[in-house]
């Protein structure tokens, strides 16, 4: 008698549930997005020897996504005990949570003790972007970032929110704000989300918008195809004195008087170096806060909890590598500052110089003429007024005023920023992971609180986008064309000019 069972009869192997299959491929999801659909369902085929439906396959990797980060709804289920622990095992960190009055989850801000104590050391310039979570309720992670003076990402806090709106960036800067950030000093990029520059205007009146260079070219490119202008208003935006940029605006409106207008009613003072109140030094995008949203791109689709862990494990990986890197470093200044002190030395040594009284010098050369206030750190090119640093112009006066042997005081005339030790002050403190969830200790009370997902709205279930739409200025190639023909570069085979001749 034939006492096969019937699950030999197909390759459809009913035993091969999606529990088994979440089971069997768990522990090939332990960070990062992980293997595809399509590779499972040949993994299974392979080594199991089963063949089993796309759907079935899908449903086990996302229970084996679960076994290993957890559900999305546990993850809004605890996530005011993983606050109570993340402050814990981090002391004096910043942690904000806030439910709706049906106690569904709307934000939760968080800012280490390290980032906050290392911010201290850094130029208070902060790029505000928010990028659009890929998980099962959706929601947008808010970031605000500095930059390091060896042009690292440095992070200063995170939030997870509803969505974009001018309630949610309300919020995160006040939790910003709690820092005691508003001072002149500071300065907000941003892309021109028109919530961010309200919202900073209420919660910090005494910082300074400024609006992503990036974004304002993009948009010209677009709308008025023409590179001479994209050209002209890159290098007016980055000059540093206004006779500089009145060169190249001028010529914008000379080719396209449309695109000045633009440019007008946007204000200068919001895209242009040589206008902004502040000093935003050489930070003129948000390219430092969209790097972290690439940082972060499989890990958008995580639970809450595992993405926040994801940022700790990333970050802290990051101190580390930095801390190591210059806790002997032969150099007074960062590596990427003394490279611009020797430019400038060089520069400057071909200056003529003109001293016309105390600490004040006239300096001519290179078709050029600045007057340098020593006393003041100032030249009349803005350079060692923004950057912080003496410029070709200052390095000059400075070998006229204290002789050939100047150079242990070009030290004294730069910012304390761009200092080794106040660079390794700024990572010195350790970002420590938060315990697994088996060992917290969290007060009953906090335990006791029911916390709900983020809402749905109908009609926005199903498979969300995984890639971000880019800007018209990103999607073109910079590579160029390699005839076939000659080899040469610039032209194809059909428009080459020696194709009658071969």
Not at 159 to 172: K, L, N, P
Not at 183 to 191: A, G, H, K, R, V
Not at 349 to 377: F, P, R, S
């Amino acid at each position: 008698m034939h006492t096969c069972g019937s699950e030999h009869l197909t390759s459809h192997n009913p035993h091969a549930t999606t529990k088994v299959i979440g089971a069997y491929f768990k522990d090939r999801y332990p960070e990062g997005k992980g293997p595809s659909t399509k590779d499972l369902k040949n993994s299974i085929r392979i080594e199991l020897g089963c063949k089993v439906s796309y759907w079935k396959v899908w449903m086990g990797s996302e229970i084996a996504k679960s076994l290993v980060r957890g559900t999305h709804e546990h993850g809004y289920g605890v996530i005011d005990a993983y606050s109570h622990m993340l402050r814990t095992s981090n002391p004096g960190s910043k942690t904000a949570l806030k439910i709706d009055e049906n106690g569904r989850f709307k934000y939760f801000f968080v800012a280490y003790g390290a980032w906050i104590l290392g911010f201290i050391q850094m130029r208070k310039v902060i790029a505000v972007d928010g990028t659009f979570l890929r998980s099962k309720y959706g929601g947008v992670l808010l970031s605000a970032v500095a930059q390091d003076t060896e042009n690292h990402i440095f992070p200063v806090a995170f939030c997870v929110v509803d969505s974009e709106c001018d309630a949610s960036y309300r919020y995160f800067f006040e939790q910003l704000r709690s820092f005691e950030l508003d001072t002149p000093e500071l300065c907000i990029i941003s892309d021109r989300h028109q919530s961010i520059r309200k919202m900073v205007s209420i919660v910090f009146p005494l910082a300074h918008y400024g609006c992503c260079m990036r974004h304002l070219g993009e948009n010209i490119r677009n709308n008025f195809h023409n590179a001479s202008v994209v050209y002209h208003f890159y290098k007016a935006a980055k000059a540093y004195n206004i006779d500089v940029f009145s060169d190249h605006f001028n010529r914008i409106r000379d080719l396209v008087p449309q695109a000045a207008t633009h440019f007008e009613r946007v204000g200068f003072h919001r895209w242009s170096r040589a206008f902004f109140p502040g000093n935003r030094y050489n930070i003129m995008t948000t390219n430092i806060a969209e790097s972290v949203n690439s940082m972060f791109l499989d890990e958008r689709e995580y639970p809450i909890t595992a993405l926040f862990d994801a940022i700790n494990r990333r970050f802290a990986e990051k101190f580390h590598e930095r801390r190591m890197k210059f806790i002997n470093a032969p150099t007074i200044f960062v590596p990427s500052i003394e490279k611009d002190i020797a430019k400038n030395i060089n520069l400057g040594n071909k200056l003529l110089v003109h001293q016309t009284a105390n600490y004040k010098y006239i300096v001519t050369g290179q078709d050029e003429v600045a007057t340098v206030d020593l006393l003041d750190k100032s030249c009349t090119c803005k350079v060692f007024d923004i950057d912080k640093i003496p410029c070709p112009h200052a390095m000059a006066a400075l070998r006229c005023q204290y002789g050939d042997d100047y150079g242990r005081r070009i030290y004294e005339y730069s910012s304390s920023y761009y200092n080794v030790e106040v660079y390794l002050i700024a990572y010195v403190e350790e970002i420590k992971p938060v315990p697994s969830e088996e060992t917290w200790e969290v007060p009953i009370e906090i335990l006791e609180r029911k916390i709900s997902s983020l809402f749905v709205e109908p009609g926005k279930v199903g498979r969300r986008s995984s890639k971000r739409h880019k800007g018209i200025g990103e999607s073109f190639s910079t590579k160029k064309n390699k005839c076939s023909l000659c080899k040469r570069i610039g032209h194809k085979r059909t428009t080459c000019s020696e194709r009658n001749v071969a």
